[in-house]
């Protein structure tokens, strides 16, 4: 059996990333990126990948606050001193391949559900590299999480997969494989919007329908064929690894805690390989969520990555398909909401 490197890492992680393949002959590089005039937290996306600019420098912004730190480098709350525009700013360690490969994978990328890469800095100094991102006020759904009682309704859930699934089917369209999907890694604003985030060990695949043979990633998260790649030819279908780990992702939003272990489980490799691999998918009672959603999950975590759902098939299913998107969305906003407000409350104690 091959081996699988573990990430445990913090919320917003910086993780190590694969190399990006190189790109087909005749098809132009990467701009250098420019930034946006006078930029705004809350400015509309482009309907076009933009150009990540270097024109900002490190010294136009104060940081404000750690969001994460993990073993590539630290995440800030920072703020441009002549705008005052908030940003996320994710340096990066020179000896950190992951820089230079999410930067390019960003700046494929413009949609309003997957965060958004202003301007990558170099700092001469050091040879960190950091990125300036989009400020989700909301934090990761990991963080949201943790700091509420019980799980996410599932007026919220619903919100939560349907814009995930829209950023994954954004992504999937482009070849572009996230391939760490978890919780920490689907940031969500107050404004009730949900953007796919961290690309650390993303993949852009040189032609469809491509497997994947690395398996890089946190195990948790991994789907079967993933963990063990013996079993399955030694390669597996990238697409269906991210909606696998959608779907523990929106069960553990549900129950409140890690699904496929038991209560208290030391989530050990060996446990882990157990329970994804061979355990059975934990039963989701009928008090506990609709047969919407438990049909939902049921089509995400099919151990056979050739039955399991597709993104498009889970954008068409019920859960999604037929929610009141107004409800949903405010169930989404008042759980972000109430998660900063005990956030507020806590540091107003200490």
């Known amino acids: 059996m091959a081996l699988i490197r573990e990430k445990r890492l913090p919320q917003l992680h910086l993780s190590l990333s694969l190399p990006v393949p190189p790109r087909a002959a005749g098809q132009r590089p990467n701009p250098t990126f420019v930034p946006v005039p006078t930029p705004t937290p809350n400015a509309k996306k482009a309907s076009t990948p933009t150009a990540l600019s270097s024109q900002f420098r490190l010294a136009d ?19 441009h001193r002549e705008t005052c525009a908030l940003y996320a700013l994710k340096v990066q360690h020179y000896d950190n391949p992951a820089a230079a490969a999410e930067a390019d994978i960003l700046s494929r990328t413009a949609s309003p559900f997957v965060v958004r890469c202003h301007s990558v800095l170099p700092a001469a100094a050091s040879g960190d590299v950091a990125m300036l991102l989009e400020l989700v006020d909301g ?15 599932e007026d919220a859930l619903a919100e939560v997969a349907a814009q995930a699934l829209s950023g994954l089917a954004y992504l999937h369209a482009r070849r ?4 760490d999907i978890k919780p920490a890694n689907i940031l969500a604003s107050k404004a009730g919007e949900v953007k796919v ?6 993949k852009v695949l040189s032609r469809a329908g491509e497997q994947c043979t690395s398996y890089v990633g946190t ?20 697409c269906a690894a991210d909606v696998w780990s959608l779907g523990v992702t929106i069960l553990e939003l549900l129950m409140g805690r890690y699904p496929l272990l038991s209560a208290g489980q030391k989530p050990s490799w060996a446990a882990l390989m157990c329970a994804v691999c061979f355990g059975e998918t934990p039963a ?29 098939d889970l954008l068409a299913h019920p859960f999604v398909a ?10 989404l906003r008042k759980l972000v909401t109430d998660a900063s407000a005990s956030t507020s409350s806590e540091c107003r104690h200490t």
């Open 61 to 79: 912004f104060d940081k404000l606050a750690v969001l994460g730190r993990g073993n590539g480098g630290t995440v800030y709350k920072v703020r």
């Open 139 to 153: 934090g990761s759904l990991d963080s949201i999480r943790s700091r509420l009682p019980g799980g996410f309704p």
């Open 176 to 179: 572009i494989v996230h391939l």
């Open 197 to 202: 985030a961290d690309f650390g060990i993303a």
């Open 219 to 238: 195990t948790a998260y991994m789907s079967p064929e993933r963990f063990d790649p013996e079993a399955h030819g030694g390669h597996y279908d990238p």
């Open 284 to 312: 989701v009672s009928d008090a506990a969520a609709s047969p919407e959603l438990q049909g939902f999950i049921a089509a995400c975590l099919h151990k056979d990555y050739r039955k399991r759902a597709s993104v498009a």
């Open 322 to 331: 037929r929610r009141d998107v107004s409800v949903s969305k405010c169930a």
